[in-house]
Nanobody, 125 residues
Framework: QVQLVESGGGLVQAGGSLRLSCAAS????????MGWFRQAPGKEREIVAF????????YYADSVKGRFTISRDNAKNTIYLQMNTLKPEDTAVYYC??????????????????WGQGTQVTVSS
């Protein structure tokens, strides 16, 4: 079955950096578009970043543009989210998600078939 396993979350001071990883198995990773989402307490889940199967198309939420970078390594079945200049408002559970193989661009969480368990990111002020 499909498994997405996030790692790299933690507690960091404002202005610091973290790198999240998401290791995928059980899917045709090289044909799957992927996304990072986050959900803060009392808020809806929101898209953070998207990357298509080849890494040639990326999307960032306005709130993270210029600070976060999404990337992927198809040889390792892994995507990454480099988060720099972190702010307290970035505090949330971060989820990795995958679309079905061959599906294209989407920032809608309902379009993602597979989800990881989430990793907590806490940014202190």
């Amino acid at each position: 079955q499909v498994q997405l396993v996030e790692s790299g979350g933690g507690l960091v001071q404002a202005g610091g950096s973290l790198r999240l990883s998401c290791a995928a198995s059980g899917l045709t990773f090289s044909a799957s578009s992927m996304g990072w989402f986050r959900q803060a307490p009392g808020k809806e889940r929101e898209i953070v970043a998207f990357i298509n199967w080849s890494g040639t198309t990326k999307y960032y939420a306005d709130s993270v543009k210029g600070r976060f970078t999404i990337s992927r390594d198809n040889a390792k079945n892994t995507i990454y989210l480099q988060m720099n200049t972190l702010k307290p408002e970035d505090t949330a559970v971060y989820y990795c998600a995958a679309r079905r193989a061959g599906a294209g661009y989407s920032t809608n969480s309902n379009d993602y078939a597979y989800w990881g368990q989430g990793t907590q990111v806490t940014v202190s002020s």
